[in-house]
């Protein structure tokens, strides 16, 4: 049984444990020490168990810790590479600016190229998760497929206008941009696809071959992106009659029924 002394050591180093415990894993904690200080049968298994919960509660905290002081190296260095240019931040730069210095720095990134893509990851995980809201949206497919690519512009707008202009050295290497963006890509790419196989099932599109016509959708919005961004597709028209020209020739593409009955 455990003695009375056991019992205080094992309640002293969960209180400890409580104190640095994450806010999902604190639960957990509690009922299982209370379970254990019942049923395990001497202080030496209650404190190898105590130690067990307390060292995974310890793993995640600092593995939070981690990603908290990652994204705040990436913050700073997106503000850098704003502000100044790629070419015109160094590493130095960047660990003065975040106040974690040069080790922690390096320890995370080990160049600026390393760095410069962590940062493009992270402006377009904003595109990716936007989209992915929209895509999971209780909408009609024909709706939502114009809000994906209305999304998609809005998205990119701001993220170019968060990180000065098309023509800042940020987005000037178009190729090195591109490389980031292969795997994005690939997930817009998949949630047209559902998008349309969901008109498709709903008798609003007429679509031969979902997986061409998802790549073709793509490929359009992006070579928009530019055009969009400055202001030059039709500057002369309000939203909604913007909005009603892209819907026909969606539409038209996707053999909406709609146009058919106007036709």
């Given amino acids: 049984m455990l003695t009375r002394s056991g019992i205080e050591v094992v309640q ?45 509660q310890k793993t995640v905290y600092e593995s939070m810790a981690v990603s908290k002081t990652k994204i705040k190296l990436v913050d700073v260095a997106r503000q850098l590479f704003a502000k100044n240019g790629v070419d015109n931040t160094t590493m130095n730069d960047i660990a003065i600016a975040s106040k974690k210095g040069r080790r922690t720095l390096y320890t995370y990134f080990k160049s600026k190229e390393e760095i410069y893509v962590a ?46 202009t098309l023509r800042a050295s940020f987005f000037r290497d178009i190729w090195r941009v591109e490389r980031v963006r292969r795997k994005f890509n690939l997930r817009e790419i998949a949630l047209f696809k559902q998008v349309l196989i969901e008109g498709k099932e709903a008798g609003l599109f007429e679509v031969d071959n979902v997986d061409i016509l998802a790549d073709i959708l793509h490929y359009c919005v992006k070579g928009i992106e530019v055009p969009y961004i400055r202001g030059k597709i039709g500057g002369e ?4 009659e913007g909005w009603e020209y892209v819907a026909k020739i969606v539409y038209g593409a996707l053999g909406h029924k709609s146009v058919k009955t106007n036709s």
């Fill in 119 to 164: 940062v493009v990851e992270s402006e377009l995980e904003v595109l990716s998760d936007e989209l992915e809201r929209v895509a999971s949206e209780a909408i009609a497919p024909d709706i939502k497929i114009l809000k994906l690519i209305e999304t998609h512009l809005d998205s990119i707008k701001m993220i170019v206008f968060r990180n000065g």
């Fill in 12 to 56: 002293s180093n969960t209180k400890k444990g409580e104190a640095n415990a994450s806010p999902f894993l604190f639960p957990f904690v509690k009922e299982f020490h209370n379970y254990f200080l019942i049923s395990c049968m001497n202080q030496r298994k209650a404190v190898i168990l105590h130690t067990y919960i307390y060292n995974v």
């Fill in 237 to 240: 028209l309000n939203d909604r």
